[in-house]
């Protein structure tokens, strides 16, 4: 059974920092794409960066660049997501994601992740 367990959510000022990590457990985690989503109060579940099952490449939404990085420890089965500059529009519930465990890339599109997290609240205020 997949599990996907998202941690490090809270709320912080505008202009601070989080660092949101995901463990995964029952997949071969070295092998498989994450990503992190984020859905804010009465929108749209939206991508905000990926990362292939390698490591070796990232996608990032134009929202979040320069200022979120992904990275993943795969000896820990565990992707961080670290937020920077944070502003009061970036307050959502973000989601972890898992793609199919075939070394797939990153991928923008919910559709194409298979396992989700339970998701963890960031709220940022002014």
């Known amino acids: 059974q997949v599990q996907l367990v998202e941690s490090g959510g809270g709320s912080v000022q505008a202009g601070g920092s989080l660092r949101l990590s995901c463990a995964a457990s029952?997949?071969?985690?070295?092998?498989?794409?994450m990503g992190w989503f984020r859905q804010a109060p009465g929108k749209e579940r939206e991508f905000v960066l990926g990362i292939s099952w390698g490591g070796g490449s990232t996608l990032y939404a134009d929202s979040v660049k320069g200022r979120f990085t992904l990275s993943r420890d795969n000896a820990k089965n565990t992707v961080y997501l670290q937020m920077n500059s944070l502003k009061p529009e970036d307050t959502a519930v973000y989601y972890c994601?898992?793609?199919?465990?075939?070394?797939?890339?990153?991928?923008?599109?919910?559709?194409?992740?298979?396992?989700w997290g339970q998701g963890t609240q960031v709220t940022v205020s002014s």
């Open positions: 994601a898992a793609r199919s465990s075939i070394r797939l890339g990153a991928s923008k599109k919910d559709n194409e992740y298979l396992y």
């Open positions: 029952g997949l071969t985690f070295s092998n498989t794409a």
